[in-house]
């Protein structure tokens, strides 16, 4: 499995961004997929994962905020980030496993194998 994200940058607070991560290797019924961000100095958090059930998991600092999908057709995981914040600033990994997590485990670095090599989001104030 190889994931390749993009759709980083640099924007102000309140800007929107959509982060991509195009899957290769996924072609199976059940898998769970997620994005995770570090920011400098912290540790790695789940902010919001899909498995092949369709059922989400999203960190309460992002929702309403954050929406993922996928779009099955084409192997892509999208997370659409809205009224982006500074504190939201980080590097974002896409990641995969090719179990179908139940939902309170979507969001547990551990659970994922495979891992993107990660997009920049910066926000300024």
């Known amino acids: 499995v190889q994931l390749v994200e993009s759709g980083g940058g640099s924007v102000q607070a309140g800007g929107s961004l959509r982060l991509s991560c195009a899957a290769s290797?996924?072609?199976?019924?059940?898998?769970?997929m997620g994005w995770f961000r570090q920011a400098a100095g912290k540790e790695r958090e789940g902010v919001a994962a899909?498995?092949?059930?369709?059922?989400?998991r999203t960190v309460d600092s992002v929702k309403g905020r954050f929406t993922i999908s996928k779009d099955n057709a084409k192997n892509t995981l999208y997370l659409q980030m809205n009224s982006l914040k500074p504190e939201d600033t980080a590097m974002y990994y896409c990641a995969a496993s090719l179990q179908n997590w139940a939902w309170w485990f979507l969001l547990e670095n551990g659970k994922y194998p495979f891992w993107g090599q990660g997009t920049q989001v910066t926000v300024s104030s």
């Open positions: 290797g996924l072609t199976y019924s059940r898998y769970s």
């Open positions: 899909i498995n092949s059930n369709g059922d989400t």
